[in-house]
């Protein structure tokens, strides 16, 4: 049973940055390809970053790109999400999903696992 675990929101005032992790447990990291998703409240949940299983492959949503940057550490079975220049349109849940195998994808529906989110609050 694959386990995610995201940590590492938190409030930060607007111009910050934060560094989310999603921990995996129950297998290697290496085995999956992951992704960011967020939902701000009274919204839908939206693709915010992908990375393929490989790792060499990353895909952005147009609102991050430049701002945001995904990475993983397969000693630790750690996804990172280093987020710069937070604005306030950034707040919400942030959640990891992983799925086996597979390209860097931006529909949530293609992802099998999830872990339960990590809340960032970017104030003005």
């Known amino acids: 049973q694959v386990q995610l675990v995201e940590s590492g929101g938190e409030p930060v005032q607007t111009g910050g940055s934060l560094r989310l992790s999603c921990r995996v447990s129950?297998?290697?990291?290496?085995?999956?390809?992951m992704g960011w998703f967020r939902q701000a409240p009274g919204k839908e949940r939206q693709f915010v970053a992908a990375i393929s299983w490989s790792g060499d492959s990353t895909a952005y949503a147009d609102s991050v790109k430049g701002r945001f940057t995904f990475s993983r550490d397969s000693a630790k079975n750690t996804a990172f999400l280093q987020m710069n220049s937070l604005k306030p349109e950034d707040t919400a849940l942030y959640h990891c999903a992983a799925r086996p195998w597979g390209g860097a994808e931006a529909d949530e529906t293609k992802y099998t696992y999830w872990g339960r989110g990590t809340q960032v609050t970017v104030s003005a």
């Open positions: 129950g297998r290697s990291i290496s085995m999956y390809a």
